[in-house]
């Protein structure tokens, strides 16, 4: 485990940040270009995450999400605003940020014709890490995710579980201190979430920051410390659940506690009315 | 480097463990052979064709079936499937300098197309096609074939990261058949009409082929050899420029 600690503290210096957060954002904006016109999938976030932290990104589906992950994890450029992630510029030094993060993308991010095991001691090998060091670190990463059986099957076999399972691992390789998770239980059958739910909080014990997208409010209120609801492209709330569901209560006079789903639909725009407790209609 | 090696290793895994893919790189190019010298090999016999100095006309073939298999590009649409599916992203996302990206592939396909260029080249010496240049000959003609594969496929990546589309790249390899026809294919450049003369000089393929032919029927001719091999570093480097460029500004 030496050599995965060497790896860590060789890595490049990023530009002086001020400040301890894991993740800050300021005007963050991405516009693309199509057939049709400009789009702006984002348009001027600001966020920040404090180390250590479970930080929840939500917003319905073409929120802008995705893309504000796909920026912070250095696979997209920025087209206005800046970003740090672990104190790093994204924009001036992304292979200083690439050192620090892992990231597990909405699409589990696997080669097939590998094994498990082959896929974790080459992440690790990506890494800088040398072979035995590799070997050792992915014998205990298919322990912590119980794929200690299923090392040698090819990926093609794993079940969508195993495989979000085996992604989470890949991007721990190297210890990450910020963890990029997209909508990692998307699909899986409620076992299976509830088990990458407990692999997260374990992450987390360990000092890893965890920066969470995900489309379910229950999920979001289980495993976020704070969180953020983003829409059209802009934060529209932000805060720890707790907050966010007071907020909401004060400002509609509420009897109770609202859930996080009715926080959601609120910020969102969205609006539902109930019968006897049951949902009877959605409305944008 | 160690990290292109590493990518390397598991780009030829991939191909070892996808042999449907492979196989046809073998046989198209061995059908192709059979049919071209069967159709024309009583046009050119022997012993009064001069441009094959004693040979049959499947040893005056043989380079353009080795140019055939080295230009499947399987490994640009390996490259589709890492972008669909996501590992591609996945690379991106880790600390790997982009060069390894490229480089791991090429490795592979060099390898991938050395193999495949050596089976070839010995089943044509079991059925009779003798290498005038010698083992030095032979080993020439396996690297200049092999280096022609990864340069190939450079170009069918640029295609891959630009349309991240596999029908798109599989099309883009059909453009290796003009290339090919735009060559001293059939007979010798001198022999070609002059449109087809000067189509077949401005083709940088036809060095290639000339030197290919030469390692098979003649001795060391440097003058005929060294112009091949400059085409393959030339275009070679071009392509791994190009790719490094586009997979940095990959978005």
């Known amino acids: 485990m030496d050599d995965v600690a060497g790896v860590i503290d060789q890595q490049p210096p990023g530009p002086e940040w001020p400040g301890n957060a894991a993740v800050r954002a300021e005007g963050l904006v991405k516009h693309y270009e199509s057939r049709t016109g400009t789009i702006e999938a984002v348009r001027g976030v600001d966020l920040t995450v404090e180390a250590g932290e479970v930080f929840g990104f939500l917003g319905p589906n073409g929120a802008g999400k995705s893309t504000t992950v796909r920026m912070l994890t250095t696979l997209l450029s920025i087209t206005a605003g800046s970003a740090f992630v672990a104190g790093i510029d994204v924009a001036r030094d992304p292979d200083a940020v690439r050192h620090r993060i892992g990231v597990a993308l909405q699409e589990a991010g696997l080669d097939p014709r590998q094994s498990g095991r082959e896929l974790l001691i080459l992440q690790a090998r990506l890494f800088g890490i040398a072979p035995d060091a590799a070997a050792a670190r992915t014998e205990e990463l298919l322990a912590l995710v119980e794929?200690?059986?299923?090392?040698?099957?090819?990926?093609?076999?794993?079940?969508?579980?195993?495989?979000?399972?085996?992604?989470?691992?890949?991007?721990?390789?190297?210890?990450?201190?910020?963890?990029?998770?997209?909508?990692?239980?998307?699909?899986?059958?409620?076992?299976?979430?509830?088990?990458?739910?407990?692999?997260?909080?374990?992450?987390?014990?360990?000092?890893?920051?965890?920066?969470?997208?995900?489309?379910?409010?229950?999920?979001?209120?289980?495993?976020?410390?704070?969180?953020?609801?983003?829409?059209?492209?802009?934060?529209?709330?932000?805060?720890?659940?707790?907050?966010?569901?007071?907020?909401?209560?004060?400002?509609?006079?509420?009897?109770?506690?609202?859930?996080?789903?009715?926080?959601?639909?609120?910020?969102?725009?969205?609006?539902?009315?109930?019968?006897?407790?049951?949902?009877?209609?959605?409305?944008? | 480097m160690t990290q292109a090696w590493v990518l390397g290793q598991r780009a030829l895994r991939e191909g070892w463990r996808t042999p449907e893919a492979l196989l046809p790189t073998l046989f198209i190019p061995l059908f192709f052979l059979v049919v071209n010298v069967g159709q024309a090999a009583k046009i050119f016999p022997a012993a009064s064709t001069e441009f094959l100095y004693g040979q049959g006309y499947g040893a005056f073939q043989l380079p353009s079936s080795l140019l055939l298999a080295a230009s499947f590009g399987t490994a640009a649409l390996f490259l589709v499937e890492d972008i669909e599916g996501g590992y591609f992203d996945k690379l991106r996302a880790s600390p790997v300098p982009r060069s390894a990206i490229v480089l791991g592939r090429l490795i592979a396909e060099v390898a991938k197309g050395a193999l495949i260029a050596a089976a070839i080249v010995l089943l044509g010496v079991i059925f009779g096609i003798s290498i005038a240049s010698g083992p030095v000959g032979f080993v020439l003609l396996v690297i200049l074939t092999a280096l022609w594969a990864a340069v190939f496929v450079g170009f069918m990546q640029l295609i891959a990261l630009k349309t991240r589309s596999a029908a798109a790249t599989n099309s883009a390899g059909l453009v290796f058949f003009p290339l090919l026809f735009l060559t001293p294919n059939f007979v010798p450049r001198d022999l070609l009409t002059r449109p087809m003369e000067i189509a077949a000089t401005l083709n940088p393929v036809t060095y290639l082929m000339e030197a290919l032919r030469s390692l098979i029927l003649r001795d060391l001719v440097w003058a005929d050899i060294l112009p091949g091999f400059a085409v393959v570093f030339v275009l070679g480097a071009l392509m791994l420029y190009l790719n490094v460029r586009m997979i940095r500004n990959y978005d």
């Not at chain 1, 699909?187 to 088990?195: K, M």
Request: hydrophobic share 35%; charged share 35%.
């Open chain 1, 147 to 284: 794929l200690e059986d299923a090392a040698d099957r090819r990926i093609k076999d794993y079940s969508g579980g195993m495989k979000r399972r085996l992604d989470l691992a890949s991007a721990l390789v190297h210890r990450p201190e910020v963890l990029f998770l997209d909508e990692p239980t998307t699909g899986l059958d409620p076992a299976s979430r509830l088990t990458v739910w407990d692999e997260v909080r374990r992450i987390n014990e360990r000092g890893t920051t965890v920066f969470l997208t995900t489309q379910y409010l229950e999920e979001a209120d289980a495993l976020c410390d704070r969180l953020a609801i983003i829409d059209g492209g802009l934060i529209v709330r932000e805060g720890t659940p707790a907050q966010l569901k007071a907020d909401l209560r004060e400002r509609h006079g509420l009897d109770s506690d609202p859930s996080l789903d009715d926080v959601f639909l609120d910020a969102t725009g969205r609006t539902r009315s109930r019968v006897a407790g049951d949902v009877q209609e959605v409305t944008s």
